[in-house]
């Protein structure tokens, strides 16, 4: 019989300094991923489109793609466990006073990596993707 890893739910939202379109345009154009991580990212956003980030440390599958509303993600990192499945990432994005609110949740992440991931997309998502749209503004 085989055993199925405990898997959690990380959510987090954010107020990012740019319109709906800004914010999915630099998740999914992989220069602009780049740019904003500063790091390789890889990405053929159509759905069915496979994407890469962190020199290849995150891979998946784009889901679902509506430009400037939601992205749907297969996703693993090179940290889950042998076997685990690919975990479910969605961003949500709504024009809000200040730019656009960002909700993510984030299913299926293997127990042992969730503080990781969640502490992971802040420091490196979040964060620098605020100070890339605040040096635009400038």
């Known amino acids: 019989m085989r055993r199925t890893a405990k898997t959690v739910k990380i959510t987090q ?3 990012i300094p740019a319109t709906p379109m800004e914010v999915y345009e630099a998740y999914v154009d992989e220069e602009k991923q780049t740019e904003f991580t500063g790091s390789r990212a890889t990405s053929d956003s159509r759905v069915g489109g496979e994407f890469t980030a962190w020199d290849g440390y995150i891979t998946g599958k784009y889901i679902e793609l509506k430009p400037g509303k939601k ?57 620098p993707i605020k100070k890339y749209f605040k040096a635009r503004k400038q």
């Open 71 to 127: 992205i749907v993600q297969e996703w693993r990192s090179s940290d889950f466990p042998e076997g685990a499945s690919p975990s479910r990432f969605e961003i949500s994005l709504r024009e809000v006073k200040g730019g656009t609110e960002l909700t993510m949740t984030h299913a299926g992440v293997p127990e042992g990596a969730a503080g990781d991931i969640g502490q992971g997309w802040k420091d490196y998502y979040w964060e």
């Open 13 to 15: 939202k954010e107020i």
